[in-house]
Each structure stands twice: as C-alpha cells, then as structure tokens.
C-alpha cells in the first residue's frame, strides 16, 4: 500500500521544528503495519532533519550550520534574492530522510525526532510524507 | 511495481548538471502512478542534489563545498589518488536523492531541481533511477 | 515483500567502520531480487555513508569532519552532554542511506562501500536494514 499525506508549518524565525507527531499521526492514519516513511519537504532553502530534540543542541545545530556556511559571503545569487546560503545549507543536509516502520510506529530510536529546519523565514513550509508498506 | 533504468552524463569540468528531465523521463516510462523515485549515482566522487536551477546559485554552491573542503589540505588519500577534496565532499552530500511521485510525476516543489553534482571531472557518471509505486 | 533485520556493531574510538558485508548477508536472506536497502542507524550521534574503503581516505573524511565541527566550541549541549559535535556531525551526514538491489545484490558502484560512522564512541551502535522488494 502507498499513502500520502501533507502538511503545512508556518516559521517565523530560522528555526528547527519538532514535527514527530505530525508524522506519526500520519504513519497511524495510513495503516501501514511494516513498511517506510519518506519525510520529504519541496523547498530549495529548507530541510528534514533527524536528531535529538534538547533546547541547547537544535541552537548549536543552527548556529554551526550559519558558521559553515555564513551570510553574505559574496554570494551571485545574493543579487537576486538575498539567501544563497539558505539554499546552500539546505543542499548540504538535504531535503528529505526516510524512516522505517515496526508495528505501525515509526521505527525512530530513543532519542530520536524529526524536524523541519527553514533556513529562510518566515514562511509556509508544506511537508509530504509518503508511506509504502503492508497493512 | 518496480522499474529500474539508468542513464549516463559526461563531465567537463567539476559542474552541477540539471538531469531533472532525465529522471522524468524514466518516471514516465515507468508507468507509476504513486510511489517513489530513488536517483543514485554508484560513484565516490559524485552526489545527487536537489534545489533550484539558478545560475549564480549553482556557482555558489560549487563553491562553498570547495571552501568547506579544500584542495590539497594534507589529505593522505592524495597520496595514492590526487581527489580526496571529491571523496569528503561525496560523503557530506551524499550519492542519492529520494523523490515521492504522485499523479504519474516527480513532486518536486516549484523550485526543485534534480542536479548530478561531479567533485571529480571529467568523467562518464552513472545515475540509477529505480522507481516503486503502483501503476 | 518487506524483510527487516537488525545487526550491532562495538565502537572503541571515532571509526568509520565498513558494514557492506553485513548488508549483503541481510540482503541475501531477504530473497529479494529487485528492490531497495535503507540502511538506518537509530543514533543521533552516529551516521552511515557510502564511499570507498581506502584507509588513509576514511582517516581523512573523520579529521575533515572534526575541522568543519570543531569539539568544544562552546556548544550549549555540552553544558549537559559533552558531545554536541557528534549531534552536528550526524544531522550533516544524514542517519542513513538507501541503495538500490539488482538481481539478489546491492547495486554498488565498484568503489563503493557502506560505513557506520561513529561520532561518540565507544558504544554499541545498532543497524536496521529494510529491504523492499520482489522476490
């Protein structure tokens, strides 16, 4: 069975969003017994990401990703729209990550969450989750 | 239903090439409806990429990887093998991109883009399509 | 078919440790013939990659790793958990990697090796492999 479902995140600053229970509603509603959950999000300037879910780390994580990648570097495409290093952040990381499924939960381990980074607030983030599996 | 095809692109110089088409052209030939499209390159020095098709912005993306990981920083494979830079940088990137398929197309966002990305021109690459869905 | 299989790994320092022989064997019991492997590590500081198996190139991705996230750079996680860096190494890295089955094998590329990445060892790190396919 395949099943897909969207949803929608408003960012109002360069955050790091726990969207775990968003996805796992989803993984519920689509029956799926064993199978995979791909979180895939269909921006150039943001990314999923998976990781532990501690105040201190996801600032450490967002402040490391700006040092490797600093603003206004030069960038050409910063004289058309003022974030080529929201999209070079978001290529490094990537777009999506797929999780598998056990016993129709998401197979995440102890402290593992997702989440949805915007590299480029503020704005309305859409996430598809495809789930492939048996019922 | 599976479907598995493969294509090939040559590389001039270290350069970040649209293979958006291709890939659609093998969804399409496909015949899925609903599923999952995996885009993988089987190399050590080469990465699949998403994000937008903007000139400035595919220079600075090339750029800032070679930033992040220099030439010649004493690397020891460059002892045996001058392109450790297009190892670490295949590695961070990553050689694959999974894209969710709905309605006989690549979901891609408004400004998504599938790009090969070559660390180590020039070069024939080889780009796996495998596509799983329901037709 | 779904086939779903777990393996753990012992970790006594930052290795980068290769897996591929025990991918393959789960991939052999699986039956499958044409598919996909997700290979997944549970950890939020550990990661697996693909690339080639040259010793002095797998010392110089964990040494560029360490450069591009430094080890005590005043990291808020550190205050309860000295390893932010291995958190941030991981999310740039990615938890796992899918690879596509031909014909009863993973579809390497003839360079290509899979590694679990271990960040903050020593440990006992766990691999999950979900293989999807037709058998």
């Known amino acids: 069975m395949f099943y897909l479902e969207s949803f929608h995140v408003k960012t109002t600053k360069e955050e790091i969003l726990d969207i775990t229970r968003n996805v796992g509603e989803i993984v519920s509603k ?10 895939y999000t269909p921006h150039t300037t943001a990314s999923v990401i998976i990781n532990e879910n ?21 960038y050409k ?9 929201s999209h070079i952040k978001a290529v490094i990381v990537g777009n999506s990550r797929v999780i598998p499924l056990f016993d129709k939960k998401l197979a995440l381990g102890t402290w593992e969450h997702i989440f949805l980074t915007d ?4 704005r309305t983030r859409t996430v ?7 019922l």
Chains 1, 2, 3 share one sequence.
């Open 54 to 74: 501690e105040k201190g780390l996801v600032e450490d994580i967002r402040e490391t990703l700006a040092k490797i990648v600093p603003r206004s570097a030069g």
């Open 119 to 122: 590299f480029d607030p503020p």
């Open 77 to 85: 495409h910063d004289r058309i729209d003022n974030n080529a290093h």
């Open 128 to 134: 598809n989750v495809l789930i492939f599996g048996e």
């Open 30 to 39: 689509s029956g799926a017994k064993n199978g995979l959950a791909v979180v």
